[in-house]
C-alpha cells in the first residue's frame, strides 16, 4: 500500500495512492483505517511530506562509498535533524547565504509505525511502517567547521521526504535500489543492501536512547561522494518502484545577519 | 510575570505564578492573555516543563569556565536536542543501561517569543519570551564515542526545564546567578554575563540556520567542569529570585537490548 499526505483545496488529508489517483482516509494512520472519501487525480493535489515526525534521526557514514578516510563503526552513527528541515516533495531546497557548499545526499528513509522501546535487532523491522525517499541535505563547509551538525544538517527545509510511503510489507530494506539523479543524471546509485549497520541495527541501537513514536523517521546514509549543489538544480531521490521525491535548489532570498562580533577583540585559535 | 504549565484534576493549563499560587489562564501564551479561574495552591498541582518546544538547540562550551582543553569558538557551538529530552521538574532522569557516566550540566535556558529568522545581534533579545532552569543532561562517555552527540545528548527526559518561565522582562540575561546543587551542595555557580558567546548573539546564530518558532527553547551552556551524577542524587538547578527547577536522579530499570553483532566479524579501527 502506497500511503500520501496532501494538500487539496485547502484540506491536508492522508491517503492511498493507486494508480495516478489517491482516496482519502480517515482512521488510525498506523493502525485500522479506511476510505472517506472519492479517489482524485494525483495531479490535482500538492503532495506533502508523507508524515510529521516528532523526531528525525539520520545515520552518518553507512555505506561503504561513503567512507572516505573514516573507518566503519561498529555501531550506527546517529543524529538529531530539527523538526525545521522537514520539507514536502517538490518544495524548494534553499542553499543557505554564506554556506559556500551544500550537497545532496539521496537516502532510504524508514518510518517507524509502533512505539519501539529497547527493541532488539531481531525484532527491530517489526516497527517499521513503510519506507520513503529523502535527501539529507548537508551544508558541508558548516559540517565540517562545526563541533556538531547543526547549521551543517539542520538548515530549515533540508531534509524533503516522500513522495508518499511505501508499507513496509512492499519492500525489504537490505535490497532497495537507491539512486539520486542531478538534472537527469543518476549520480548515486546504490543498493540499501551495501549498508554497514543495516537498517534493523540502526532501529535498535537508536531504541535504547530514544523511544521511537509512530511517525518517527530515520534516514538510513547515503552512498558515494554526494557532488555540490547550485541553484537552478533539480535533485531526484528514487527508490526503484517506490516513486521519486523531487526538489528543486534555489538560492537563499534572504542574505545573512550574523556577523562575528568578536573576531578582532578575542583570542581564537585554529583547532579546536 | 512568572508562568507556569502545570496539571491538576488530569487537566494541563498555563497559569500565571504568584507567590505560592497559580492562577490558570486563557488566550495566547506568547500575546494577550487573561485569568480564567480561581488561582490554587501551587502546592496542589503538578508543575510541567513550561513550554512545549518545536525545537530545543543546545550550546557547547560556552562558558570559559567550561573549556577544558578547548579554545573559545568565535561563534556559538550549536547542537539540537531531541523532543524526547524535555522532562518536567520533578521528574526522574535516567541513567541509561550501559552508560557508564552521567554528568548534570546546569544551565539558563531562553524561551523564544516570537517568530525570529535572521535576527542581528542587536534586536535578537527582542525574541526572547523568557528564561527558566534547565539541565543538559550528558552521558559523557557516548557524547565522546560517538561523531554526534545524539547518544551523549538525546536520551528520554535528558532535558529537564523549569519550574517556570520568568518573563523576559524581569531579568538581563547577562547577569543572573546560576547554580547547581547535588545533594545540597553548591557544585556550579556562575553569573550568565560569563558566556562566550551571549545569548543575543546565540539567538542571531542560530536565527541563520533555523526559522525560531514561539516555544522553542535554548539551553545556553554550562560552566566549570560538572561531576558525574549517580542513582539515589537529587539535582538542583536554580537562578537566582527565580526558582529551582529539581530532578531525582534513578537506575534504568531497562537493560539495554543492543549488542553489536559485529564487533567480531569486521574489521574496526580506533580512531575516526
Known sequence: MRIARYESGGKISYGIVEGDSVTPIEGDLFGSKRPNGPAAPLSSVRLLA?????????????????????????????????????????????????????????????????????VSVAE??????????????????????????????????????????????????TNMELRTILNGKE???????????????IISFASQTCVLEPGDIIFSGTSGQPLQINPGDVVDVTIDGLGTLSNPIVADPLPSTWQDLRQDTRQLAGSR
Open 124 to 173: 527491530a523491522l517489526d516497527y517499521v511502517f513503510g519506507y520513503t525517499c529523502g535527501n539529507d541535505v548537508s551544508c558541508r563547509p558548516w559540517q565540517r567547521a562545526d563541533m556538531q551538525w547543526f547549521r551543517g544538517k539542520s538548515c530549515d527545509g533540508h531534509g524533503p521526504i516522500g513522495p508518499w510511503i511505501a508499507t513496509a510489507d512492499e519492500f525489504d530494506p
Open 187 to 201: 549520480v548515486q546509485h546504490c543498493n540499501t543492501g551495501e549498508m554497514i549497520n543495516s537498517l534493523a541495527e
Open 50 to 118: 508523507p508524515v510529521v515526525p516528532r523526531m528525525i534521526l539520520a545515520t552518518a557514514l553507512n555505506y561503504p562509498s561513503h567512507l572516505g578516510n573514516f573507518t566503519a563503526s561498529p555501531r550506527p552513527e546517529l543524529f538529531v535533524k530539527g523538526l525545521n528541515t522537514l520539507s514536502n516533495p517538490g518544495d524548494d531546497v534553499i542553499v543557505p547565504a554564506d554556506s559556500g557548499r551544500v550537497d545532496y545526499e539521496g537516502e532510504m528513509v524508514a518510518v517507524i509505525g509502533k512505539r519501539a522501546q529497547k
